[in-house]
């Protein structure tokens, strides 16, 4: 605790000076002599003067507290602390008091108000100051264990880079083969070159790192524990074919009976329930898919001349410890045989983009030629029709965002092919953007025909070779029907869908509590994809140590792929290191005082509470982001912060203070310090008035406030109480703001069942500008309770 505390109060160049009167803040001040070792005014403590007198201060008196009255904390930090540091004193123990933007801006008509508050303000600050330490340094043990879930390209170059810096990485894939979407494809849009390239030399890499295991055919099965601690269950499928045996003489393939779509191939082509290894494969054999056999069927195991087959193998179990989770689950195409207008599945040469790749990838069923299924014969017309099922409310409301630069691709390249092909493009809107503007330029220089046209339909007439396409050219105002041997639909991208053990995991709070369905919970958007706050914190999720990392979190290309799945291993690396320094400020529990109720568990936005060997609740520092919602959320009032606590709070509420006006209520504002502090200081720096008597005091979050600042604040003759957080998912720690709200209605309740009036505690939701809407809410409420009267408790006082 601090014994020795130093008051200093700014004029701020006659900014504060000129309202607040400074000989009244010395005169309001002048009892208040309990451990104070120094008073000083002065006209512009920021100046060389100023900071001189700040700096002797310190010194001659031993201060190791101060207070500075004057400008806001984000004015003058790095001054103040250099000033500090220099006299011996931690950053920490210079409290930051404004009464500028908080006295004398908004108060410029009200001097003597203006001082009253401001002296107010300063014995408040005071208490505070009385239980300020120095923080002690916080350090914690990283795990450097990582599951990545998902094997193409967001997963590859997740685990790439974290193998390379050290960390052991799990890499599952479901599939028997790395490499997802981004290996499937021909060439790679803007320079063209191929796919397989990139992705073949990031597989190569992990092979060569003995810090991965690859596991291929495998999927997530359960999970349990929280960020830093997980434990996931893993099943693999049986390797019902020996790698080691298996001569890949493809007799099994022949033989086996069952012919179905090939999802590789997007279902240009069919397959077996036995497949050959696929490019990029990882497990070195023929395939036997026992999902798709038929009954007693063991064609393939009696032919096999290598005995390589053992159909009775069994699914494998396995488990694995690790601290974060990389979520590259990817992206699927938009079924578009949901569109019957267009034609596909009903007509073989109507195709998707997707089934467009293939059949132009020299490993594709036509070899890299492109011909048209039915007939095998290469197409004269080429008709692409975009945004097929996208951008539209009826099947997919959003844009992919790729389409339009894949479809110009495969325009190009049908030009370069043979450039005799005519190939029309209807669209909507041509979204390309960056340089990706130039594929259009090179589009229209090919040859290639646009024709802006509201949803076209696609049909075959009797008797006629080839298909019809039929569309509205807005542009010249006709209806435009063109022949085409082929069509293809640009069909867009949709989530593959969340693991459900990893859904599961996440729709439920670390003391078990159900946060909702997954779009209620905050996990996914409408669309199904992984959501965080995109603006801010596109890697955020309810839970700590899950990264989503490409096309799970949105339709993207290849480059914002990568660099996705890189911004995911970064945000591991800080919690991989075997001894790494924290927030000072993570919450810390007094186990006298705790009854494990959970209710910090509960209400965490991050779940990163976990139970410690002692059986109490416990924050994980690492992934901790001392919001300090805990502080807010506890019953018993048995977790503080350094810097932060309830009794701290409690002291600068109860501090004696007097009425800034005759008859003025007295109340107390607590605010969040990133968007409605923010309005605060912005209604302050527009001059806009609100009464004097409301005391703002900045938190870490709205959540961090715990009721019980209420019931010890009405007690003291505090005539009301303003909460102030973020607007609806605006919270820059996801629900704050929200659990602020449940418990001033819960604490309203109370009061009533008390006999106090519960209007006397109110929430409010302020965005970063919204300084006029502060200071007319600020109004309206000091007028309710004008209208209520005084607290019954100050006559009692």
């Known amino acids: 605790m601090a014994g020795n505390i130093g008051i ?15 000989a009244g803040v010395e005169a309001g001040l002048a009892k208040v002599k309990k451990r104070i070792g120094a008073k000083v005014f002065h006209p512009r403590l920021c100046g060389s003067g100023g900071t001189g007198a700040v700096r002797s201060a310190i010194s001659q008196n031993a201060l190791d507290c101060v207070i500075i009255a004057g400008c806001p904390e984000s004015e003058c930090r790095d001054v103040f602390n250099s000033v500090a540091a220099e006299a011996g004193l931690a950053p920490e123990m210079v409290l930051r008091l404004d009464i500028r933007e908080g006295c004398a801006f908004p108060h410029g008509n009200n001097p003597g108000g203006a001082t009253a508050k401001a002296v107010n303000l300063i014995k408040m600050w005071n208490a505070r100051a009385r239980l300020a330490e120095p923080y002690k340094p916080v350090y914690a043990t990283g795990n450097r264990d990582v599951l990545v879930i998902g094997g193409g390209l967001a997963g590859l170059s997740s685990a790439n880079e974290l193998a390379e810096a050290g960390l052991n990485v799990t890499l599952i894939e479901k599939e028997s083969y790395l490499g997802g979407r981004a290996g499937q494809f021909d060439k790679v849009f803007p320079r063209m070159c191929d796919s397989r390239c990139g992705v073949t030399f990031l597989v190569n890499r992990l092979k060569d790192n003995p810090g991965i295991k690859i596991m291929p055919f495998t999927e997530i099965s359960g999970l349990k524990g929280s960020a830093g601690r997980f434990e996931a269950g893993l099943s693999s499928r049986p390797r019902t074919v020996d790698p080691e045996k298996c001569n890949l003489c493809g007799k099994c393939e022949q033989i086996c009976p069952v012919i179905l779509p090939d999802e590789y191939n997007f279902g240009v082509v069919t397959r077996k329930a036995v497949t050959p290894p696929r490019p990029l494969d990882q497990v070195g054999s023929y395939v036997i898919n026992r999902e798709n056999c038929l009954p007693g069927c063991s064609l393939c195991a009696d032919i096999c001349p290598a005995g390589a087959i053992a159909l009775e193998r069994e699914p494998a179990s396995s488990t694995v410890k690790f601290g974060s989770i990389v979520l590259a689950t990817g992206w699927q195409p938009f079924e578009a045989e949901k569109i019957s207008r267009l034609g596909f599945g009903r007509y073989a040469n109507v195709l998707t983009n997707v089934q467009m790749e293939r059949i132009m990838s020299p490993d594709g069923p036509a070899g890299g030629r492109l011909v048209c299924p039915e007939s095998g014969r290469e197409p004269e017309n080429v008709v692409f029709i975009q945004c ?6 009826n099947y997919q409301g959003w844009c992919s965002t790729i389409c339009c630069a894949a479809t110009l691709k495969q325009a190009i390249n049908i030009k370069l092919l043979n450039s005799r092909i005519k190939v029309y493009v209807f669209y909507i809107d041509i979204r390309v953007y960056g340089d990706y503007e130039e594929l259009y330029s090179r589009a229209q220089e090919a040859g290639v025909v646009f024709v802006r046209s509201s949803p076209a339909q696609v049909y075959a007439e009797p008797g006629a070779a080839g298909l019809m396409v039929v569309g509205e050219d807005t542009l010249m105002g006709r209806t435009l029907k063109i022949s085409a041997d082929l069509v293809v639909l640009a069909a867009g991208m949709k989530p593959c869908g969340i693991p459900q053990p990893i859904l599961n995991h996440l729709s439920h709070g670390q003391a078990g509590e159900s946060r909702g369905n997954p779009e209620e919970a905050g996990l996914l958007d409408r669309r199904g994809f992984f959501v965080g706050h995109r603006q801010c914190f596109p890697l955020e999720s309810p839970a700590q140590g899950i990264y989503p990392a490409g096309t799970c979190q949105e339709p993207m290309d290849m480059a914002n792929t990568v660099r996705g799945a890189l911004a995911a291993a970064c945000k591991i690396f800080k919690t991989s290191g075997e001894r790494v320094e924290v927030s000072p400020m ?21 779940g990163v509470w976990y139970f ?51 008859g003025e209520p007295h109340v107390v504002a607590f605010v969040c310090e990133n968007d409605a502090y923010q309005a605060v200081l912005l209604a302050g720096r527009m001059g806009l008035e609100y009464p004097s008597g409301v005391h703002v005091i900045p ?11 209420i019931q010890d604040g009405l007690p003291e003759g505090i005539d009301g109480f303003i909460l102030a957080g973020c607007r609806h998912g605006e919270c820059h720690y996801i629900h704050g703001a929200d659990r602020t709200e449940e418990r001033v209605a819960n604490i309203k309740l109370t009061l009533r069942d008390i006999m106090i009036e519960p209007e006397r505690v109110d929430f409010v939701r302020l965005g970063v500008r919204d300084a006029e809407k502060f200071a007319g809410h600020a109004r309206d409420f000091v007028e309710r309770l004008k209208k209520m009267g005084p607290s019954p408790f100050k006559k009692i006082n």
Not at 12 to 21: A, N, R, T, Y
């Open 388 to 393: 097929a099922g996208s951008r539209d409310i």
């Open 699 to 709: 938190v870490r979050c709205a959540g961090s406030c715990n009721m019980v600042l």
């Open 586 to 606: 993570v919450p810390q529990v007094d186990k006298a005082g705790c009854d494990k109720c959970k209710r910090c568990m509960e209400e965490c936005p991050y």
């Open 8 to 22: 200093f109060v700014c004029g701020c160049d006659g900014l504060i000076s000129g309202v607040v009167d400074m």
């Open 612 to 662: 410690d060997n002692d059986g109490y609740p416990a924050p994980d520092p690492l992934y901790c982001k001392t919001c300090l919602t805990c502080v807010g959320a506890c019953p018993r009032q048995c977790i503080s912060a350094q810097g932060f606590s309830v009794q701290e709070l409690v002291g600068t509420v109860t501090a004696r203070v007097k009425e800034t006006e005759p």
